[in-house]
């Protein structure tokens, strides 16, 4: 079991950036590959990127490619989202999650979930 509580959402202008975390505890947090999802108001949870258990394969949505990137950190168990040159429609909150075998990106084949963390991007 791992517990998972993300961070760092917040209010920012359209075109700026934002970080969000996520720390975990409980079990060995490197065994895990890990990944954010968000969900707007009214609609689906959806994939944003993908970390592989060392850090070494990532993977994005096509809607952020290029304008986020997801880090971890095993050492002090996290991951993270930075995101640059946001837009309004990446306004969600924002979950990371615990994947124990990787080998997909479809939000049922992950195992533990944050609370979330509300992103707001302003025109």
């Known amino acids: 079991q791992v517990q998972l509580v993300e961070s760092g959402g917040g209010l920012v202008q359209a075109g700026g950036s934002l970080n969000v975390s996520c720390a975990a505890s409980?079990?060995?947090?490197?065994?895990?590959?890990m990944g954010w999802f968000r969900q707007a108001p009214g609609k689906e949870r959806e994939f944003v990127a993908h970390?592989?258990?060392?850090?070494?394969?990532?993977y994005y949505a096509n809607s952020v490619k290029g304008r986020f990137t997801i880090s971890r950190d095993n050492a002090k168990s996290t991951v993270s989202l930075q995101m640059n040159s946001l837009k309004p429609e990446d306004t969600a909150v924002y979950y990371c999650?615990?994947?124990?075998?990787?080998?997909?990106?479809?939000?049922?084949?992950?195992?533990?979930w944050g609370q979330g963390t509300q992103v707001t991007v302003s025109s």
């Open positions: 970390i592989s258990w060392n850090g070494g394969s990532t």
């Open positions: 999650a615990a994947q124990i075998v990787s080998g997909s990106y479809h939000k049922s084949a992950y195992n533990y």
């Open positions: 409980g079990r060995t947090f490197s065994s895990y590959a």
